[in-house]
């Protein structure tokens, strides 16, 4: 059908199976392609589409593009960050059981910001990691290694808290950006300071690679990125 229409840009949604031979067709083509993660079934062919000549792959990092979370990249290079992620053991990000695939999607979104904020550059490992829980994981905490930087996760479901807080340090400077059910802030040099929400993550993303197809801006990750975060969630599993 690509070849026929030949369409400014593509998303692909499909099975996860089919993304590698979509996306090299894309690629082929010129196509601009804003891929659902993970990138491929393998990181081995995520790393093959990565490296295509011509490419244009953007991962569908959702969380990117939260309100307000720039800012914590706004600084340059992040030596250290903290990521703390609390939901209640019913919500959707809670797995209801010890599976490797429901605890890979829910890490999967931590690794991602992981790697936005330290990089996909150089080698990745894991430090430390903690794992509790009895029918179903109720707490991880781990510590890992990025090429630019160090970073803490910390994921419980407990309670009912859902709440994500990112804090990044740059040299002495500590940026803490939270999300608590739907409200967002941001609070720098001890002064918090509420976000107002204009637009959802999804609808972010997808303005932001429409502007990025457009050559208006950057894109906020890239097939590497996309390879670095499954390499990551890996060995956090």
Not at 48 to 75: K, N, T, Y
Not at 199 to 219: H, K, N, P, Q
Not at 225 to 230: F, I, S
Request: overall charge negative; charged content about 25%.
């Amino acid at each position: 059908a690509m070849l026929d229409i030949r369409p400014d840009a593509v998303i692909i949604a499909s099975a996860t199976r089919s993304h590698f031979e979509i996306v090299q067709v894309a690629a082929a083509l010129g196509i601009p392609a804003l891929v659902e993660k993970p990138l491929a079934r393998t990181e081995e062919e995520a790393e093959e589409l990565s490296r295509m000549e011509g490419a244009f792959i953007v991962p569908a990092h959702s969380d990117l593009h939260a309100p307000g979370l720039q800012q914590l990249w706004a600084r340059g290079a992040v030596e250290r960050l903290v990521i703390t992620r609390r939901c209640a053991p019913h919500s959707s990000d809670a797995p209801a059981a010890w599976s490797r695939r429901a605890l890979y999607e829910s890490l999967y979104h931590l690794t991602s910001l992981a790697v936005r904020g330290c990089g996909a550059a150089g080698p990745i490992e894991v430090r430390n990691a903690v794992w509790r829980g009895e029918q179903r994981p109720e707490r991880v905490r781990a510590e890992m290694a990025f090429g630019q930087g160090a970073v803490e996760f910390e994921w419980e479901a407990s309670g009912d808290d859902d709440e994500l807080v990112i804090a990044a340090t740059c040299g002495e400077e500590t940026v803490r950006w939270r999300r608590a059910g739907a409200t967002f802030s941001v609070e720098t040099g001890g002064r918090s300071r509420k976000i107002e929400r204009a637009t959802g993550e999804l609808a972010g993303m997808l303005e932001a690679f429409r502007d990025a197809v457009r050559g208006e801006r950057a894109s906020e990750a890239s097939g590497r990125d996309a390879v670095a975060t499954m390499r990551a969630t890996r060995l956090l599993l």
